[in-house]
């Protein structure tokens, strides 16, 4: 499969933890994008890294990138209710055309 | 308001139907791809254009087409010959071409087979 796999594939914390998501990926990358998706709805994107960036930060996300493991991870901080939903992992393979998704992680976040 | 649209919300297709779903961007994006969702699956790519008049197959173009006759507009039409054709169904545009910038997705069309 040419796609991302995002690991765990449901995800429950309590409000105020943090929250990690992991991705793998099998062939070389020129980016790799984090995307969520509320329910029902269409997918938002919420961060790029490229191939040659190895750690990135927007408000309360973190993204790391270790492309020797061929790996993504994305960490939420201090998680709210409204963090509840289904994140993607996309990748643009080197000499590819378009992004290739992941299955997801489906995370809650109880009140 | 610049973004991505999609029409409709829902739509239900008879056995033997060929239906249209609309995708149309203000954000004088160049290139526009069209993907499946299935329950609790990833997206599945199924059309692209990186540019008017030009569109490439994705991975699962079977039993779809497209027509890229304007920069704004990318309507899917799903064939009769999908035989699977429920899933959610995601248009998305972007500034750059190959990915390499971030992707704008509409809200999404919900069909159904009845």
């Known amino acids: 499969s040419q796609q991302g796999e995002e690991d765990p594939q449901a995800l429950s914390i309590q409000e105020g933890e943090n929250a990690t998501m992991n991705c793998s990926y099998k062939?070389?990358?020129?980016?790799l994008q984090w995307y969520r998706q509320n329910s029902g709805r269409g997918l938002v994107h919420l961060i790029l890294?490229?191939?040659?960036?190895r750690e990135k930060h927007s408000g309360r996300l973190r993204v790391t990138l270790d492309t020797s493991k061929k790996s993504s991870s994305l960490l939420i901080t201090a998680s709210r209710a409204a963090d509840t939903a289904s994140y993607f992992c996309?990748?643009?393979?080197?000499?590819?055309?378009?992004?290739?998704f992941g299955t997801g992680t489906r995370l809650t976040v109880i009140p | 308001d610049g973004g991505i649209t999609q029409s409709p919300k829902y739509l239900f297709r008879k056995e033997g139907q060929n239906v249209t779903l609309s995708c149309e961007q203000n954000l004088n994006h160049d290139a526009m791809y069209w993907y499946r969702q299935d329950p609790g699956q990833g997206l599945r790519l199924i059309y692209y254009?990186?540019?008017?008049?030009?569109?490439q197959k994705g991975d699962i173009a079977e039993g779809y087409s497209v027509s890229r006759e304007k920069k704004e507009s990318f309507p899917l039409t799903v064939t009769s010959a999908q035989k699977n054709p429920t899933a959610f169904y995601l248009c998305?545009?972007?500034?750059?071409?190959?990915?390499?910038?971030?992707?704008?997705f509409g809200q999404g069309t919900r069909l159904t087979v009845v």
């Open positions: 996309a990748t643009l393979q080197t000499g590819a055309n378009n992004l290739f």
């Open positions: 890294i490229r191939s040659n960036e």
């Open positions: 062939t070389s990358i020129n980016n």
């Open positions: 254009s990186q540019i008017v008049n030009d569109f």
């Open positions: 998305a545009s972007s500034e750059g071409a190959r990915g390499t910038t971030e992707a704008f």
